[in-house]
């Protein structure tokens, strides 16, 4: 269960990656956002799986 939320949550920072190249950069809440969606949950899934 905890991998498949992870896996939603870094879908929806690739989704919101997308519209960075799209419409341009986001507001920094939003970058600040991305950057826990693609960088630490990856990292405390990769971390849970050891």
Do not use: Q
């Amino acid at each position: 269960m905890f991998s498949l939320v992870c896996a939603v949550v870094v879908l929806g920072g690739a989704a919101r990656a997308m519209g960075w190249v799209v419409d341009g950069a986001p507001p920094w809440p939003h970058r600040l956002a991305l950057l826990m969606e693609l960088g630490v949950v990856p990292g405390v899934w990769w971390a849970s799986r050891r």
